[in-house]
């Protein structure tokens, strides 16, 4: 009985271990960026961590400290003269703006290239790829009633350009009465299509657009192949970016975002189902990591590129006390807003 029950709370907690790992490996690679540049750039890296909190374990190799803490939700990559003065002449703040830029930049680009990599592995199972264009209706069809036709290859949808499955996924989410327009080519013309209606269906308050119809399969070779890896990349990309544009418009509120406790649950379901699921989320959260990252933001990699780039405009630095305080102030906003959506998801996984 004791190992049945044992077996019973390991079953329920491997999947959320798997999450958590996923985590670990996105900011080991994203600090990983900034520590290779670093070095590059003959700039001093005091300490590597992953995690924040108390020390679970730690090593000097040469001048640089490697540590695991407590929460893993986290990391760092500190570089002598980062936030303060140094007179090191390796110290972060002594290097020239570019040098800065580059390393700044690097942890995102590594990010990036992850999920590059990730949406590759995932292709390979592939037989054929997806396109976009109608290859024939389902039983219960709406959208065939309303303009669409077969052969239609969907370029646009509400005004947004459709390069791919997942373009044509995001575009069909959040659309409440199942009504949009859309730009297809038909017998190699441009053809405006108006109030093309489908059926929709509701989860999480969001609504979907189900979408009634197949689409024509693509040959795989190697050329389809990376073209297939680079638009997919490419659409997480824009998935992230029209995202961001949707929160900020109102177009979604603060129940449509996902913190830490959210995504390792999502990714908890998904692992329990089938391993290889978890890449495509993998993808997406490294690609929205480095986006993400990039934003202007006080705090984050993109607030201190705003400030070096104001540095390269001026041809003088702003004074680092202030600098200091404005990423202070925003790291505080953006930990607030972290506390409120895992208080968010925490909710919601209790009431279910």
Same mark, same amino acid.
């Given at each position: 009985?004791?190992?049945? %029950?044992?077996?019973?709370?390991? *079953? *329920?907690?491997?999947?959320?271990?798997? +999450?958590?790992?996923?985590?670990?490996?996105?900011?080991?690679?994203? &600090?990983f960026g900034h520590?290779? +540049?670093?070095?590059?750039?003959g700039v001093r890296v005091n300490e590597f961590a992953v995690g924040f909190?108390?020390?679970?374990?730690?090593?000097?190799?040469?001048?640089? /400290?490697? $540590? /695991? *803490?407590? /929460?893993?939700?986290?990391?760092?990559? +500190?570089? =002598?003269? =980062?936030? &303060?003065? %140094?007179? !090191? &002449?390796?110290?972060?703040?002594?290097?020239?703006?570019l040098k800065r830029l580059f390393i700044v930049v690097n942890g995102a680009v590594f990010n990036l290239i992850l999920g590059l990599i990730i949406v590759a592995i995932t292709l390979i199972p592939s037989e054929k790829f997806s396109s976009t264009t109608v290859a024939k209706f389902t039983d219960t069809a709406v959208s065939s009633q309303h303009g669409l036709e077969v052969g239609d290859e969907i370029l646009s949808v509400d005004g947004r350009k459709i390069f791919s499955t997942y373009d044509?996924?995001?575009?069909?989410?959040? /659309?409440?009465?199942?009504?949009?327009?859309?730009?297809?080519?038909? !017998?190699?013309?441009?053809? =405006?299509?108006? *109030?093309?209606?489908f059926q929709t269906e509701k989860e999480n308050d969001i609504s979907y657009v189900k979408v009634d119809f197949y689409v024509l399969g693509v040959e795989k070779t190697p050329l389809t192949f990376i073209t297939q890896t680079f638009n997919t990349a490419i659409a997480n990309c824009r998935v992230v970016w029209f995202s961001l544009i949707d929160l900020i418009t109102g177009k979604y509120g603060l129940s449509a975002m996902?913190?830490?406790?959210?995504?390792? +649950? $999502?990714?908890g379901s998904v692992a329990k189902e089938n391993l290889f699921n978890i890449l495509p989320i993998m993808a997406l959260i490294t690609i929205n990591l480095g986006i993400f990252n990039l934003l202007p933001l006080p705090a984050l990699d993109g607030g201190r590129i705003l400030f070096i780039l104001i540095e390269l405009i001026t041809r003088k630095p702003v004074p680092q006390k202030y600098e200091g305080l404005v990423h202070t102030v925003g790291l505080v906003l953006l930990l607030g807003l972290m506390l409120l959506i895992t208080a968010k998801d925490i909710i919601s996984l209790i009431v279910g």
């Open positions: 009985m004791i190992t049945i %029950s044992i077996l019973n709370i390991w *079953n *329920n907690v491997w999947p959320y271990i798997i +999450a958590v790992l996923v985590f670990v490996v996105l900011i080991i690679i994203h &600090e520590f290779i +540049a670093a070095k590059i750039c909190g108390p020390k679970l374990f730690k090593k000097k190799f040469g001048e640089t /400290v490697y $540590a /695991v *803490n407590l /929460v893993p939700l986290g990391g760092y990559c +500190a570089m =002598e003269g =980062e936030d &303060e003065s %140094s007179t !090191d &002449e390796r110290a972060f703040c002594n290097k020239g703006p044509l996924s995001y575009a069909f989410t959040g /659309v409440e009465d199942g009504t949009v327009d859309m730009t297809v080519k038909r !017998d190699g013309q441009k053809v =405006e299509l108006q *109030n093309v209606k996902s913190g830490p406790v959210g995504i390792t +649950a $999502a990714i």
